[in-house]
Every structure is written in C-alpha cells, then in structure tokens.
C-alpha cells in the first residue's frame, strides 16, 4: 500500500485535568518517529524549564504550546496534531480536561472517529470522565479506548485496572457505546503505547497504537442517502448555472434525479464539474458543482437529496450541550445555524437536564454553562436536517446569540416535532375589527416598563381611570396581581421572567382580539423579552411605555421596601441590584419619572392615543 493510500484515523483524546492527556499524545507523537532532532532538543530544554517529569523529558510540552498551559499544567484549547505509521494515517485532537473549557473538548470530539479517554488510576471514573463520555455519546462517537493511566503509581494493580474497567463499560454500555477497548497504560514511561509493557505481564490485549492500527471505524457512509447542502450558486456567466458544495453523504452520478428540499422541486444531475475537469460521479466527502438539468429554484441553506428524503421541520426536538457563562432562557430568541442553514429559533421548551454523575434525567428550567439537556425548538422557518445518528452534518446546530454574537449552544437534532394534525384555527364570524368598530377605537397594547418603585402601575392605574372617563373600553394587567393567580408558580430568575412576559402578552393579545386598549405594567428587565411581546401585536398595536426613573430615585421610594431587602442579601434576582436592566432603545413614549408627576405622564399618555388615532 502506497504512502497515499493510507486511511485517516480521526480521533481525540479526553478525560478528566491531568489525567495524561497530553503525555499520551505526546508520547505517541515520539515513538512514531515523527519528531525530528531539533525538535528533540527543544523538548530536552523546554523540559528542564518548564517540565514537570524531573529529569525524564516532558512530552505534553508537544501538545501544550500556550504559554498559560505551560504555567498551569492543564490544556485549555483544542491541539491538533498529525502523525503517521506504516499502515495508517492519525489526526489527534488533544482537549482540554477543565470542566471550564468543555466547549473546547465538545469542538475537538465532533468530527472524531474514535475517542481514547483517560482515566488517572489513582481516581478512577469522576464527574468530567462521565461529562466527556456522554458527549461522546451524544456526538456519535462509537469507538472509545479507555486507557487508564498512571498505572505505576498504584503498583500495576490488576484488579484496580479491572475495576476501573468494569465502571466505565456499565457507563459506556448505558450511553449506547458498544465499542470499548480498555488498555492500562503508563504514559510517561510509554507502557503500553506502541508496545507490550513487561511491567503488566497480566494484561494479554493490544497496546493503543495496536488497537488504532487496526480498528475499523468505517460506517458506511458512501452508502447513505444523498445529501448536498448548497453553500454557493456559482454562475460566472449567463450560460453556466452550477450549486457547489460538498457531498456530505452518499453518492451521486450524472443523470441521477435529485430533490431540492425545502421545495420539494424535482430535476436530475446533467453535469459534475471539479477544477480538475468533470466527474460522472462523486461520493461523500468531495467538494464538487452539480448541475442540473432543469432551471430550478435553488440557493444557499437548500439540500439536493436523493433516496429517503431528509427531514424539513420547523419545530424540532434536540440535544443541547450549554457553552455561555450567561444561563439558559426558555423564549429566549437565538440564531441557529446548521451546516449552510440559518434561521431564528426559540428554545420553546426544556424537557429536562442530565444529571451527570447519576446520569439520571431531572427535570429544569434552565441550563447552565456546560450542562447537557433536551429541548424543544421552534424556528422561524422550516430547517432540512437529519437526525444526527443519521447525519452529523445536517444534524448539528449551534445557537448564537443574537446580540452578543456568542456562541452559547452546541445542539444534536433528535427527531422532528409535528404539528398536531387535530388542532386547527376556528374560523370565527366576529372578529377584531367588528369589536373594535363597535367600541369606536383602535385596539392596541400599552406596555409599561421600568424599575421597580418608577410608578408604572400607578400612572398605569391613572390611565385606566381616564380612559373609562372618556368613555373608552381597557384593561389593566398589572405585574404583582397578576402572580397572585395565573403566574403564582413563577419566580424571578431570568427564564422564570421569559414565561412570565410570554403569558402576559398572549393575555393581552387576546384582550386587543376582543377590542380593548389593553395596559400592562412589568418590570420586563430585557429587550429581547419586550422584543418578543412586541412581535405578537400587529404593527401599531405595540406601544412600549418607558417610565424611566433613575435607580437612585425608585431606591428612596422603595414604597414595598424591596430595595432595602435586596441590599440586605433578603432577595435575589432583584431587577436594578443584582439583576440588570434593559432600557429600551426606542420607546414610543418615555416618561420622565423623577420629574413629571403621574398625574401628568397619564395625560400625556391618554393624548397620545388620540393624536395617534386610537379612538
């Protein structure tokens, strides 16, 4: 077999800080003869400086290139490395163990074919092997050798080997991965790596780079229905329209008929072109333009699919594995982007959250950083995906946010939720517009929002009361009564506030359906909630009230005497102490609430809706 057509084994290692990840890599780095001379001696010297193995050479420092992992012993970013043997090729993804950089280790263990996760002898399975092992689970990764490590340091115990070994498999076995292969080894000292190591003389199965060398972790992926997700039209000119991108599955050949998904048009494949020349035909893997043989309606974010079509939903349920320090909001509004696809998305539900060291399912309301769950999304359009058991590619997501930019998610679709097919609109004879011409006004929601003790509800309050005088039919839906009844199982962490504003506005939509001027008074500390209210109403019907009151001046107010409490360490999550405010950036009317009286800011209210025409 010549050099070239050597396969590719990805794989990456994980595991516990300082379980030996780095040393193996390293390791398997210098006894595969990868190493030149002077990077022999920059080892040897950077050994002596930086090293923690005495005398004996250091091999993390291979791996551990940054400066802060050389100070503090511990790999933080995700190090790739190539090596090579006679009968394979590697590419190793060394990650970081740290339960602060989990991201990294979900990044580097995404495109892997087979994981090797350390396990120091001396502490055998804790909560960071169990955390990277159900990531694993969860990324497709089906092949794992377990090498536990540091085995001179307990005496080449065999029956603590076993023990270790027997944990892991029942884990491992509870995840749904079949494939492990358990090897003790002793890293520093190459025990084990490339070779049989004399001081285990009880241990007759292969060594790490026996069990990589022959391992076969092909999965037919040739063999999967057709996908192509479109990531350019390529059209140089007026006579050449192709779709380039890469075969992500299957195959495809010159005159095979091919569906665009979402819509559903149908053609076939006139022409495979490369910048080589064309190809009758290409497989997984490949990036190629095909054409077509119809004038189709195709661009970026669209998947040509043949065979089993794939799934088109835009409701889907998944596997969330939570990266932002910032806590998970359901209602919150993310942008998902998966493969050439974005689209908006709401976290409408969470299921539960895995309890790692148990591996039960509990049920919550949020997720925090580096926390695994199961959600339910609701995206702004229909996505073409997969599941991810069937297709990493169009089965994975990640969530950003919008505002930030930050990448706050890593998702794993599991299956698409259907719309209940018995539940429909009820056409009805009387609707808003016949209610609103017999009250003789124009139905809308006003929105209260500020500090607390700004004086929404009581200019609210004063509104209300005016507008009855006039004549006109409202309601107030004020904040505190109403968690004396439909939101009394609500508290005041941020994704409690999310359901909170969520059914207040569908209430005051079904207010504004019945005619009525409808008032809310809220805290509503975050734009994006406000932004999601607003996105229920019809244009006009959303009039945002800002009652913006300085901190200092609600704080001498206090009239319920919950700033004092909140300063007191009495309550938390309070809005303007240990939870911030969002003003609004364009309120249709603010309020000046240290300066204007209530009595003035309800006039001025009440002629804004009638100089905007409201009755």
């Not at 009495?570 to 009317?589: K, M």
Request: some cysteine; aromatic content about 6%; overall charge negative.
């Amino acid at each position: 077999m010549s050099t070239d057509d050597r396969p590719t084994l990805h794989l990456v290692t994980c595991g516990s800080v300082d379980d030996g990840k780095s040393t193996l890599v390293g390791r398997l780095l210098s006894d595969s003869k990868m190493l030149l001379d002077d990077q022999l001696d920059a080892l040897a010297s950077d050994s002596k400086l930086a090293g923690s193995a005495g005398p004996a050479l250091d091999f993390a420092l291979l791996v551990d290139g940054l400066q802060a992992e050389r100070e503090q012993g511990i790999t933080i970013d995700v190090a790739y490395r190539f090596f090579a043997t006679q009968r394979r090729r590697f590419v190793i993804a060394d990650t970081p163990g740290h339960v602060q950089y989990t991201r990294n280790m979900a990044t580097g263990a995404s495109h892997a074919d087979l994981a090797v996760v350390l396990i120091d002898a001396r502490k055998g399975v804790v909560s960071q092997t169990r955390r990277h092992t159900h990531i694993l689970a969860l990324l497709g990764v089906r092949h794992v050798v377990l090498a536990v490590n540091k085995m001179d340091l307990i005496g080449f115990d065999a029956d603590r080997f076993m023990a270790i070994s027997a944990d892991f498999r029942s884990m491992a076995k509870r995840l749904g991965i079949a494939d492990v292969q358990c090897i003790p080894v002793a890293a520093r000292d190459g025990d084990n790596i490339f070779r049989a190591s004399p001081r285990m003389p009880w241990y007759a199965g292969p060594s790490v780079m026996a069990h990589l060398e022959s391992i076969d972790v092909t999965d037919g992926i040739d063999d999967r229905p057709f996908r192509f997700p479109v990531q350019w039209v390529n059209r140089p000119n007026a006579d050449f329209r192709g779709y380039s991108g890469r075969v992500v599955s299957g195959t495809i050949r010159c005159g095979d008929a091919v569906v665009v998904h979402p819509s559903g048009r149908r053609s076939r494949i006139s022409g495979i072109v490369t910048a080589d020349g064309r190809l009758q035909q290409a497989v997984a893997g490949e990036s190629v333009t095909l054409l077509l043989a119809d004038e189709v309606d195709a661009s970026r974010g669209d998947v040509l699919a043949s065979g089993a079509p794939p799934i088109v939903a835009d409701r889907i349920a998944s596997h969330l594995i939570w990266l932002d320090d910032a806590a998970m909001q359901a209602g919150r509004r993310y942008l998902l982007k998966s493969g050439t696809s974005s689209t908006g998305a709401v976290i409408s539900a969470l299921k539960h959250r895995v309890c790692i060291d148990s591996m039960a399912q509990e049920s919550a309301q949020t997720l925090e950083a580096n926390e695994i769950g199961y959600a339910d999304l609701t995206l702004d359009r229909p996505l073409v995906c997969d599941a991810y058991r069937d297709s990493r590619e169009l089965g994975s997501f990640i969530l950003i946010d919008p505002v930030s930019r930050r990448t706050v998610a890593a998702g794993l679709i599991d299956a698409p939720l259907r719309h209940a097919t018995d539940v429909r609109w009820h056409t009805l004879d009387i609707d808003k517009s016949v209610r609103a011409g017999l009250k003789q006004q124009k139905p809308c929601v006003l929105w209260f929002t500020g500090l607390s003790g700004a004086g929404k509800s009581t200019i609210a309050n004063l509104v209300d009361r005016r507008l009855c005088e006039l004549g006109r039919h409202s309601a107030l839906l004020d904040g505190d009564n109403l968690r004396h009844g439909i939101n009394q199982d609500l508290g005041f962490a941020p994704e409690a506030r999310v359901e909170n504003i969520r059914r207040v506005s569908e209430i005051a939509a079904l207010f504004v359906d019945a005619g009525l001027i409808t008032l809310v008074s809220l805290i509503s500390p975050f734009r994006a909630d406000r932004d999601a209210a607003r996105r229920r109403f019809a244009d006009g019907e959303f009039i945002e009230v800002h009652v913006a009151t300085p901190l200092a001046t609600c704080e001498a107010r206090d009239p319920k005497g919950l700033y004092k409490r909140a300063r007191a360490g009495e309550l938390s999550n309070f809005t303007g102490i240990d939870q911030p405010y969002e003003a609004p950036d364009r309120p249709e009317i603010a309020i000046d609430g240290a300066t204007l009286s209530a009595s003035d800011a309800a006039d001025l209210i009440v002629s804004y809706l009638r100089e905007h025409h409201y009755f």
